[in-house]
Protein backbone atom coordinates (compact mmCIF):
# COMPACT_ATOMS: atom_id res chain seq x y z
CA UNK A 1 0.00 0.00 0.00
CA UNK A 2 2.31 2.75 1.41
CA UNK A 3 4.89 1.27 -1.60
CA UNK A 4 2.89 2.93 -4.55
CA UNK A 5 5.54 6.17 -4.04
CA UNK A 6 8.19 4.53 -5.74
CA UNK A 7 8.21 6.94 -8.55
CA UNK A 8 10.73 8.72 -10.18
CA UNK A 9 11.03 12.05 -8.06
CA UNK A 10 13.46 15.08 -8.29
CA UNK A 11 13.10 15.09 -4.59
CA UNK A 12 14.27 11.27 -4.02
CA UNK A 13 11.40 9.58 -2.95
CA UNK A 14 12.22 6.32 -4.86
CA UNK A 15 15.59 6.03 -2.34
CA UNK A 16 13.36 6.91 0.83
CA UNK A 17 15.20 4.84 3.80
CA UNK A 18 11.77 4.92 5.61
CA UNK A 19 10.59 2.68 2.79
CA UNK A 20 13.56 0.38 3.51
CA UNK A 21 13.15 0.09 7.39
CA UNK A 22 9.19 -0.85 6.79
CA UNK A 23 10.18 -3.51 4.92
CA UNK A 24 12.87 -4.63 7.41
CA UNK A 25 10.34 -4.76 10.06
CA UNK A 26 7.80 -6.68 7.41
CA UNK A 27 10.48 -8.79 6.85
CA UNK A 28 11.69 -9.76 10.28
CA UNK A 29 7.58 -10.77 11.50
CA UNK A 30 6.78 -12.53 7.93
CA UNK A 31 5.42 -15.70 9.21
CA UNK A 32 5.10 -14.26 13.09
CA UNK A 33 1.27 -14.81 14.21
CA UNK A 34 -0.76 -11.18 14.64
CA UNK A 35 0.31 -10.19 17.77
CA UNK A 36 4.05 -10.49 17.64
CA UNK A 37 3.22 -8.89 14.17
CA UNK A 38 1.22 -6.30 15.85
CA UNK A 39 3.69 -5.52 18.53
CA UNK A 40 6.58 -5.04 16.30
CA UNK A 41 4.73 -2.65 13.80
CA UNK A 42 3.83 -0.39 17.03
CA UNK A 43 6.93 -0.99 18.34
CA UNK A 44 9.28 -0.19 14.80
CA UNK A 45 7.04 0.88 12.03
CA UNK A 46 4.18 3.16 13.77
CA UNK A 47 7.28 6.17 13.98
CA UNK A 48 8.07 5.29 10.47
CA UNK A 49 4.92 6.11 9.07
CA UNK A 50 4.74 8.83 10.84
CA UNK A 51 7.34 10.43 9.47
CA UNK A 52 6.83 9.01 6.17
CA UNK A 53 3.11 11.02 6.27
CA UNK A 54 5.05 14.30 7.44
CA UNK A 55 7.53 13.66 4.48
CA UNK A 56 4.88 13.31 2.13
CA UNK A 57 3.05 16.26 3.35
CA UNK A 58 6.51 18.43 3.12
CA UNK A 59 7.29 17.24 -0.31
CA UNK A 60 3.70 17.67 -1.86
CA UNK A 61 3.33 21.45 -1.55
CA UNK A 62 7.08 21.44 -3.69
CA UNK A 63 5.59 19.50 -6.44
CA UNK A 64 2.99 20.74 -9.09
CA UNK A 65 -0.41 19.91 -8.66
CA UNK A 66 -0.79 18.32 -11.75
CA UNK A 67 2.70 15.85 -11.40
CA UNK A 68 1.89 11.64 -11.01
CA UNK A 69 4.20 12.01 -7.72
CA UNK A 70 1.39 14.22 -6.33
CA UNK A 71 -1.39 12.52 -7.08
CA UNK A 72 0.40 9.36 -5.54
CA UNK A 73 1.10 11.81 -2.24
CA UNK A 74 -2.42 12.74 -2.14
CA UNK A 75 -4.00 9.69 -2.61
CA UNK A 76 -2.06 8.31 0.49
CA UNK A 77 -2.73 11.37 2.60
CA UNK A 78 -6.36 11.32 2.18
CA UNK A 79 -6.21 7.43 2.93
CA UNK A 80 -4.06 7.52 5.66
CA UNK A 81 -6.59 5.80 8.41
CA UNK A 82 -6.86 3.15 5.88
CA UNK A 83 -2.90 3.08 5.35
CA UNK A 84 -2.32 2.46 8.72
CA UNK A 85 -4.38 -0.26 9.30
CA UNK A 86 -1.75 -2.30 9.37
CA UNK A 87 0.12 -1.36 12.16
CA UNK A 88 -2.92 -2.02 14.90
CA UNK A 89 -4.00 -5.31 12.91
CA UNK A 90 -1.24 -8.10 12.90
CA UNK A 91 -3.13 -9.78 10.33
CA UNK A 92 -2.84 -6.88 7.86
CA UNK A 93 -0.72 -7.29 5.40
CA UNK A 94 1.42 -4.03 4.72
CA UNK A 95 1.02 -4.43 1.25
CA UNK A 96 -1.85 -6.00 -1.58
CA UNK A 97 1.03 -7.93 -3.24
CA UNK A 98 0.02 -11.85 -1.80
CA UNK A 99 -3.62 -10.94 -3.22
CA UNK A 100 -2.34 -9.60 -6.22
CA UNK A 101 -0.45 -12.91 -7.15
CA UNK A 102 -3.20 -14.87 -6.03
CA UNK A 103 -5.55 -13.43 -8.21
CA UNK A 104 -3.53 -12.85 -11.54
CA UNK A 105 -4.00 -16.77 -12.64
CA UNK A 106 -7.90 -15.79 -12.91
CA UNK A 107 -6.89 -12.46 -14.18
CA UNK A 108 -5.15 -13.91 -17.05
CA UNK A 109 -8.27 -16.53 -17.73
CA UNK A 110 -10.59 -14.02 -17.74
CA UNK A 111 -9.08 -11.70 -20.66
CA UNK A 112 -8.26 -15.29 -22.35
CA UNK A 113 -11.72 -15.93 -22.07
CA UNK A 114 -12.35 -12.99 -24.41
CA UNK A 115 -11.62 -14.56 -27.12
CA UNK A 116 -13.93 -17.55 -26.78
CA UNK A 117 -15.80 -16.97 -30.08
CA UNK A 118 -19.00 -15.53 -28.38
CA UNK A 119 -20.86 -13.79 -25.52
CA UNK A 120 -22.01 -17.14 -23.77
CA UNK A 121 -19.25 -18.96 -24.86
CA UNK A 122 -16.84 -15.97 -22.99
CA UNK A 123 -19.58 -16.66 -20.07
CA UNK A 124 -19.44 -19.93 -19.97
CA UNK A 125 -15.33 -19.71 -19.86
CA UNK A 126 -15.42 -17.35 -16.93
CA UNK A 127 -17.98 -19.74 -15.14
CA UNK A 128 -16.12 -22.57 -15.47
CA UNK A 129 -12.39 -20.54 -14.77
CA UNK A 130 -13.79 -18.87 -11.46
CA UNK A 131 -15.08 -22.53 -10.03
CA UNK A 132 -11.67 -24.26 -11.10
CA UNK A 133 -10.19 -21.23 -9.12
CA UNK A 134 -12.09 -21.75 -6.19
CA UNK A 135 -11.47 -25.74 -6.28
CA UNK A 136 -7.31 -24.29 -6.27
CA UNK A 137 -8.54 -21.77 -3.12
CA UNK A 138 -10.16 -24.41 -1.36
CA UNK A 139 -7.19 -27.30 -1.77
CA UNK A 140 -8.99 -29.29 -3.84
CA UNK A 141 -7.38 -30.76 -7.19
CA UNK A 142 -9.76 -29.16 -10.06
CA UNK A 143 -9.30 -31.64 -12.34
CA UNK A 144 -10.39 -34.39 -10.04
CA UNK A 145 -13.62 -32.68 -8.64
CA UNK A 146 -14.26 -31.16 -12.52
CA UNK A 147 -14.73 -34.56 -13.14
CA UNK A 148 -16.68 -36.18 -10.36
CA UNK A 149 -18.87 -33.01 -10.57
CA UNK A 150 -19.15 -34.07 -14.39
CA UNK A 151 -20.27 -37.48 -13.68
CA UNK A 152 -22.81 -37.20 -10.59
CA UNK A 153 -24.48 -34.47 -13.35
CA UNK A 154 -24.58 -36.93 -15.83
CA UNK A 155 -25.51 -39.47 -13.98
CA UNK A 156 -28.60 -37.22 -12.93
CA UNK A 157 -27.69 -35.13 -9.99
CA UNK A 158 -30.70 -33.88 -8.49
CA UNK A 159 -30.34 -29.66 -8.73
CA UNK A 160 -31.82 -29.70 -5.18
CA UNK A 161 -28.13 -31.22 -4.13
CA UNK A 162 -26.30 -28.58 -6.61
CA UNK A 163 -24.95 -27.13 -3.55
CA UNK A 164 -22.88 -30.63 -2.60
CA UNK A 165 -21.20 -30.53 -6.06
CA UNK A 166 -19.62 -27.12 -5.16
CA UNK A 167 -15.06 -27.12 -4.70
CA UNK A 168 -15.98 -26.30 -1.02
CA UNK A 169 -17.52 -29.59 -0.61
CA UNK A 170 -15.92 -31.42 -2.57
CA UNK A 171 -15.06 -35.56 -1.21
CA UNK A 172 -12.93 -37.58 -3.18
Known amino acids: ?3 GVKSESPSGLNRNP ?8 EDSVRGKDAG ?3 QARQAESAAVVNTLFKFWEKELSKLSRKSKLAEVIRYALTRR ?5 FLSDGRVELDSNTVERAIR ?7 NSLFAGSDGGGRTWAAIASLLATAKMNTVDPHAWLTQTLERI ?5 NREIDALMPWNYRP
Open 1 to 3: MLS
Open 36 to 38: TRR
Open 81 to 85: VALEQ
Open 18 to 25: QMAALWAV
Open 154 to 158: ANGWP
Open 105 to 111: PQTITRK
